[in-house]
């Protein structure tokens, strides 16, 4: 049986309540919605980047817990990465919350992220926790529709 | 009409005069007749709250599905050999449990189909497409779910025709007054649910259906919620047509009922072609069946009409009417347990409700809410419960719902009870 502590840590609990990053950043030149229409999660990213790195991030919408401290501490890793690396980043957190901590999978780029580790036990939460990353995806990709999880 | 002003109120008011379930009325008991109640989830015992969404299938339906695999199965209607026969007389058996349990007047007037949003979509596409033209208008509440809109919003866009929205008040009560104004001489139709899924109102569908008649409209009732929970009597309420679905009401998924008054049903075109649904077809002419055959084209989900028949005939056995008073008082159990907790609130606390609890957490999103009860062996639904509407006349994105069934116990409900302090807790 899971404890309910490897989901709902503090880490999470905190930054869901307080969410970092929570704003619209003024002249962003890349941003996307993401949305789940299972759950009505929705996020929006706006980014500004500057020599090819993500200089400035934010993030509002609204959704649970999950979705929204995966987003805000999305936020805080993504800032000062290439789109390349944020594009690495999305993979391996991807493939942390589906597949979980295995040992082929270096989490240390991640770094708080990794708080995110338990998800892979609820399969019904992967998407909340996915959600943002979408959405940061397409942000950087131009993407000017609507993100889905479906 | 006064609202009450507060869920507390509500749940003061809807708390009748007993706290405690019937006496006469033994949960644990049946509880014995459903095997999978018995297991355990997370490592903690099930508690199942979603049977708004889901019901749970007793043995009976169970064996009575088995069976037919084991000993019976064969196709109905067409066979000249002894299993067929056997299926068809099964199969045409529960059309006559299902004419006995709604009260309906004639067997022919039952219609099987997968669900009540077939039963919508059936009654949308063949009366609907015959009768509403443009400007014409259908007449749904404002908290009806998905399937009691899209199938009117596709008619209306095919059409040209509008729909209208019979408004709630703030305790998730139609205002029976704006419905009344609603009606005129373009209303084709009317359609409502008899009991909210997610708000868990009971509508007056009498006064409803008195209403619409007297203004020449039909009016069909989306009953999937109450079918489960009421005794319900087509004949007299007089409704035109009527529609559950098997899973809600402790049977197999994949089925459901259609009732229809015989006269409307006749003289509407057949819904989908195919076997069975036809007297003789050529490529110049074919010609219909009768009722209610001429709406169930194909080879139709035998088993599951099967397991449906064993369902009635378990609810027939328990007795509704004592299975709905014993639920009614688990419901003001809960609600008032549920209603002292602090930052709680009740969304849908109209005077007349059945099963459904439906409630928000300060701070806390219902998914959290639905994972951590789950972690504790506790099923509801935390979402929109298809009802996306009513989520915002609410100003909200979506609830936690514990739903109620007769084998539910007070227990449970103090185990709900604990479990969202547990929510409580883990976001305090």
Known sequence: MSDLGELYQELIVDHSRRPRNFRKIAGADHQAEGYNPLCGDKVTIYLKLKDDVVQEIGFQGSGCAISTASASLMTERAKGKTPAEAEALFDVFHKLVTEGPTEELDTSQLGKLAVFSGVCEYPTRVKCAILAWHALRAALQGAAEVVSTE | MTTPATAKDAAAASVATQETPSRGFDAQKIREDFPILKQTVHGKPLVYLDNAATAQTPQTVIDAIDRFYLAQCANIHRGIHLLSERSTAEYEETRAKAQRFLGAAETWEIVFVRGTTEAINLVASSYGRKHVGA????LITAMEHHSNIVPWQLLCEEKGAVLR?????????????????????RTRLVSVSHVSNALGTVNPVERMIEMAHGKGVPVMIDGAQAAPHRKVNVQELDCDFYAFSGHKLYGPTGIGILYGKAGLLEAMPPYQGGGDMILSVSFEKTTYNALPYKFEAGTPNIAGTIGLGAAIDYLSHLGLEQAAAYEHELLAYATKK?????????IGTAREKASVLSFVID??????AGTILDQQGIAVRAGHHCAMPVMERFGIAATTRASFAFYNTTEEVDALVSGIEKVREVFS
């Open chain 2, 135 to 138: 400007g014409d208008e259908i």
């Open chain 2, 165 to 185: 929205v019979a408004p709630i008040n703030d305790a998730g009560e139609l205002v029976l007054d704006e419905f009344e104004k609603l009606l005129n001489r």
């Open chain 2, 338 to 346: 549920v209603s002292q907790l602090p930052g709680l609130r009740i």
């Open chain 2, 363 to 368: 701070g806390v999103h219902p998914h959290d």
